[in-house]
């Protein structure tokens, strides 16, 4: 069974930063795009960030030079370095992993709040 495990979110002052991690359990050579994605309070998920096995990246524009995604292929990780962060980037923060298959993995999520 496929697991994603997010690990890093929790309560940050607006201007702070924050780390997440996620480890995938899936083998290595199956592993395509890595990525995040948040779901706000009373809104729609959105594309957080992603980043491909070789390294390119792509931000929502709400995040851009704020956020930087990074990705370990060996240890099959994938981080999202969060600085200068806003009230509004309070959400749950979710793993997002698409196999060369097709499949598309999912973790279960991990709170960021952002607030004073």
């Known amino acids: 069974q496929v697991q994603l495990v997010e690990s890093g979110g929790g309560l940050v002052q607006p201007g702070g930063s924050l780390r997440l991690s996620c480890a995938a359990s899936?083998?290595?050579?199956?592993?395509?795009?890595m990525g995040w994605y948040r779901q706000a309070p009373g809104k729609e998920r959105e594309l957080v960030a992603h980043i491909t096995t070789g390294g390119s990246t792509n931000y929502a524009d709400s995040v851009k030079g704020r956020f930087t995604i990074s990705r370990d292929n060996t240890k099959k990780m994938v981080y999202l370095q969060m600085n200068s962060l806003k009230p509004e980037d309070t959400a749950i923060y979710y793993c997002?992993?698409?196999?060369?298959?097709?499949?598309?993995?999912w973790g279960k999520g991990t709170l960021v709040t952002v607030s004073l």
């Open positions: 899936l083998n290595i050579f199956s592993i395509d795009v």
């Open positions: 997002n992993v698409h196999g060369r298959s097709g499949m598309v993995y």
